[in-house]
T-cell receptor
Framework: KQEVTQIPAALSVPEGENLVLNCSFT??????LQWFRQDPGKGLTSLLL?????REQTSGRLNASLDKSSGRSTLYIAASQPGDSATYLC?????????FGKGTRLSVIA | GAVVSQHPSWVICKSGTSVKIECRSL??????MFWYRQFPKQSLMLMAT?????????EQGVEKDKFLINHASLTLSTLTVTSAHPEDSSFYIC????????????FGPGTRLTVT
């Protein structure tokens, strides 16, 4: 059974810092990995989707990498802003529906 | 991109009543739809998977008689919470996939259910 772990559970950084969120998964037989953002009380916003054949995806200040063989992904956020404060969820798609990690709660302090 | 809507966005109901939540794919045909539940400060947990025209497959621990899922068409799935109790209060999010090779799941905005 696929398990997804995200570290750290919470992170607080000053504005302008670059930061890395980590995601690991136990079963490397995946189709894709997706990073989402969730604001309090809101739904999911898809940030980046990496297919299993890809190594990374970039969108603006966000860069996600995937190392399928080691079961790891990272989300890199450059020049963090207070508006980046949210919970970031990693989810993995294999032969089952998306399996989610518990998320990293990010606070960017102005 | 593919858009999924949910209705209502929030609902308050009394204990013992039933509540129906709709999930629609607006600009694509969804071969498969998924229902997730999220308790406060927890992650999303899959409740069930439904394919159009067939019975839903429920995850272990999810009562199929309590959470009725109907996937009546390629654009609509409904989740009915029957005889709701306060412990059913949660954020319910649906997701849909086209079945394309990208295997991408598209998510609705969620429905906040509060049972009093």
């Amino acid at each position: 059974k696929q398990e997804v772990t995200q570290i750290p559970a919470a992170l607080s950084v000053p504005e302008g810092e670059n930061l890395v969120l980590n995601c690991s998964f136990t079963d490397s037989a995946i189709y894709n990995l997706q990073w989402f953002r969730q604001d309090p009380g809101k739904g999911l916003t898809s940030l980046l989707l990496i297919q299993s054949s890809q190594r990374e995806q970039t969108s603006g200040r966000l860069n996600a990498s995937l190392d399928k063989s080691s079961g790891r992904s990272t989300l890199y956020i450059a020049a963090s802003q207070p508006g980046d404060s949210a919970t970031y969820l990693c989810a993995v798609k294999g032969n089952t529906p998306l399996v989610f990690g518990k998320g990293t709660r990010l606070s960017v302090i102005a | 991109g593919a858009v999924v809507s949910q209705h209502p966005s929030w609902v308050i109901c009394k204990s013992g009543t039933s509540v129906k939540i709709e999930c629609r794919s607006l600009d694509f045909q969804a071969t498969t739809m998924f229902w997730y539940r999220q308790f406060p400060k927890q992650s999303l947990m899959l409740m069930a998977t439904s394919n159009e025209g067939s019975k839903a497959t429920y995850e272990q621990g999810v009562e199929k008689d309590k959470f009725l899922i109907n996937h009546a068409s390629l654009t609509l799935s409904t989740l009915t919470v029957t005889s709701a109790h306060p412990e059913d209060s949660s954020f319910y999010i649906c997701s849909a996939t086209t079945g394309a090779s990208s295997y991408e799941q598209y998510f609705g905005p969620g429905t906040r259910l509060t049972v009093t």
